[in-house]
């Protein structure tokens, strides 16, 4: 009779170690896969107490699931460690700093009126000479390790991030092949707004309507990665409410970590409530799918630049996507693809990881910053917003811009979205 223990399969082959990222910077078997699932197997067994020094090696661990891809016997360790997380929460497991820190992001974060207040104040700070006289004075490291790391990724404010222009309706442009919904996200949306307007004009050049109902929150992907399943599910089921009604092919979304949990709806939701209605896809997967239409081919004009595509964790390890954001950077005429070393290994962002594990984050983002660069690209091609906060941070000034793959896109059909109209007749008014 098979086991029921998920830990079972496990024989400390050491196959996952190369590929863990915490083992990485951390060096030791506690804070490795195969380490974690012998304390799991320790702990169930009663040899061993959850206590803050246990759950640390724990928290060190980012989740990237690069151990699921390598695993020869199969192991689901990101089932394992999603059933952990909510138990690390307790209150004795970490100290009352620790506990604050991780309660604020979760009450700003996932938020987007809470985080835009927040950050409003900062508009004239963020990439302006302010920021860079404290950095150069070394003033952010008054601040303690993770408010410094928070400064250290504050990118600067454009003004669209503050407000959500869109129309609920973006219609398609010449031959309308179906309709789809997006999720804009809720850092993504603040920090990096120009992604969701270059999504939005690529998906009507192809022939998609795109619904964007307004109000929508956030997905729940920052609190899922956090084992908060209650604020989970509430975010959750606010998100797929805005949707309803809606007869949608898909529902699309431009954030590999945000497309990691809506996939899990399902799984996630209360019983009775599975989430939307049509299939949760990431935009890449949905147009591969689809395929570029002729005319939107027939628009792009050549872009002779280097670039290397950046596999961000949720979407090669948690999706399985891999090959799909590469066809159609491979479409963009004169374009070419150079691929990193360790495509596989977790740059460090990892949701708030960056955050509240700073020091290992960091050597994890210089590392990864480093592999991208030696790549000989000038343009690093990502497709999950907290790992181009985190590129930004790590590369050298002066070198590879980084941009996702649907900007790309975008640029190279000369596309002026519904979103920018919209922003230049605001302007005039």
């Excluded at 699921?68 to 100290?95: H, W």
């Excluded at 993504?188 to 192809?206: G, I």
């Excluded at 998609?208 to 109000?215: K, R």
């Excluded at 977790?346 to 984050?361: D, F």
């Amino acid at each position: 009779m098979a086991s029921s223990d998920p830990t079972d399969p496990c024989v400390h082959c050491g196959f996952c170690l190369p590929t863990c990222a915490s083992y990485r910077v951390l060096g030791t078997e506690m804070d490795s896969p195969r380490g974690r699932i012998h304390t799991l197997k320790a702990i169930e067994a009663g040899e061993l107490e959850l206590d803050a020094t246990v759950a640390s090696h724990f928290d060190s661990c980012l989740g990237c699931f690069a151990c699921v891809s390598a695993c020869p016997s199969g192991v689901r360790y990101d089932q394992l460690i999603e059933a952990t997380r909510p138990k690390l929460n307790s209150a004795e497991l970490r100290s009352s700093w620790q506990q604050s820190f991780r309660q604020l992001l979760l009450a700003v974060l996932p938020y987007p009126r809470r985080l835009r207040a927040l950050l409003t104040p900062l508009r004239a700070y963020a990439g302006g000479p302010l920021q860079a006289l404290a950095r150069r004075s070394g003033l952010p490291r008054l601040l303690g390790p993770q408010l410094e790391a928070m400064e250290a990724l504050l990118p600067p404010l454009a003004p669209e991030g503050f407000a959500d222009r869109f129309p609920k309706l973006n219609q398609a442009q010449g031959e309308r092949r179906g309709r789809v919904g997006l999720v804009l996200g809720c850092v993504q949306r603040c920090f990096d707004p120009a992604v969701n307007a270059a999504t939005v004009a690529v998906l009507q050049a192809n022939g998609f309507d795109v619904v964007i109902p307004a109000d929508q929150g956030c997905c729940g992907a920052v609190s899922h990665h956090q084992g908060q399943l209650e604020q989970t599910r509430e975010l959750a089921s606010a998100l797929v409410a805005r949707f309803a009604g809606e007869k949608l092919d898909a529902v699309l979304v431009a954030a590999s970590g945000c497309g990691h949990t809506m996939k899990a709806y399902g799984e996630l939701l209360n019983e009775g409530h599975s989430g939307f209605a049509c299939p949760v896809l990431d935009v890449h997967e949905f147009l591969a799918d689809r395929g570029l239409s002729e005319a939107f081919r027939a628009a792009l004009q050549p872009l002779p630049i280097a670039v290397a595509y950046h596999d961000a964790c949720h979407m090669i390890h948690g999706q399985g996507i891999a090959a799909q954001p590469r066809a159609l950077l491979r479409a963009i005429p004169g374009l070419q693809l150079h691929e990193a070393s360790e495509a596989g290994v977790c740059c460090g962002s990892a949701g708030i990881y960056n955050l509240v594990q700073p020091a290992e984050a960091a050597e994890l983002g210089r590392i990864k910053a480093d592999d991208l660069s030696g790549t000989g690209a000038t343009v690093i091609a990502s497709a999950n917003i907290g790992c181009s906060l985190q590129l930004r941070r790590h590369l050298q000034k002066g070198g590879p811009e980084v941009m996702h793959p649907m900007e790309l896109l975008a640029r190279a059909a000369g596309l002026n979205s519904t979103y920018e109209k919209s922003n230049q007749e605001a302007d005039k008014a």
